[in-house]
């Protein structure tokens, strides 16, 4: 495989449902491996469930903030299934607050625990919730992990690439107009980037309105050789190794 969508929900039904083959055979045929990334305890049961039978995937599971609400007492479970190679996607959200913030907090907590306890990488879905997220991060030494779909400020940025965090770029790179992002997209280490898709979100350019396919995340690979004056092949080198590397697979 070429490249490595780090993050997509290919697995779940509410989103795909009876195309999940025929998308995991386009993105097969493309070259592009993948993690899928569980959001709540049945979707997280879904992916375990999706990657048992398909080789070139791997699981993520966790509760999103959004979920935290509705519980996650699962997820330790789930986390010591043999294709589950990360706990996510965890964090904070305070731009919507669909679950109350003190609930996200503790779902954060535990779910970090249980990385630590699993030697597992995290997914982080951090969003206006930096000043809270970075000091709860800091209690748990030794957790290793990606910012998925960052779009922060460039002291964020800095701030979780001086812990050792990689930062997740996806088809916003490709569509977005925000000068300050396409500078900090454009000026991030490559060694500390890894692509995604969010599939069947964030679908990048030319397929707007279309819905995301992992074996779109080449387009995301072009479009950060392009805009560094890269080859491709070697964007898709070291973004591959950075993904293999990171989730000891």
Wanted: charged fraction near 20%; glycine fraction near 8%; charge should be negative.
């Amino acid at each position: 495989m070429k490249l490595i969508d780090t993050h997509c929900h290919i697995h779940d039904s509410e989103f795909f449902g009876d195309k999940r083959q025929e998308v995991y055979d386009r993105a097969i045929a493309a070259g592009v491996a993948m993690i899928t990334v569980g959001t709540d305890e049945r979707s997280s049961l879904e992916a375990v469930d999706f990657v048992s039978s398909h080789d070139q995937s791997w699981a993520a599971v966790g509760v999103h903030p959004h979920e935290a609400k509705d519980g996650w007492s699962k997820v330790a479970g789930l986390a010591q299934s043999s294709k589950v190679v990360a706990i996510g996607e965890i964090g904070l959200d305070y731009f919507y607050n669909h679950s109350p913030k003190d609930v996200q907090i503790q779902c954060l907590e535990e779910q970090l625990q249980i990385a630590l306890d699993n030697n597992l990488p995290v997914s982080f879905h951090v969003r206006e919730a930096f000043d809270d997220f970075w000091p709860i991060f800091d209690n748990f030494t030794g957790i290793s992990g990606v910012l998925h779909s960052f779009t922060d400020s460039r002291i964020n940025a800095e701030a979780g690439l001086s812990r050792g965090l990689y930062i997740g770029i996806n088809g916003i790179s490709t569509f977005t107009r925000d000068e300050a992002q396409i500078e900090l997209f454009t000026n991030l280490p490559l060694s500390k980037i890894i692509l995604e898709t969010d599939a069947p979100y964030l679908t990048p350019r030319p397929f707007r309105g279309k819905m995301n396919e992992v074996g779109y995340v080449e387009l995301v690979g072009q479009w950060v050789a392009q805009s560094r004056g890269l080859s491709f092949d070697d964007v898709a080198a070291v973004t591959t190794s950075s993904a293999r590397s990171l989730f000891s697979i």
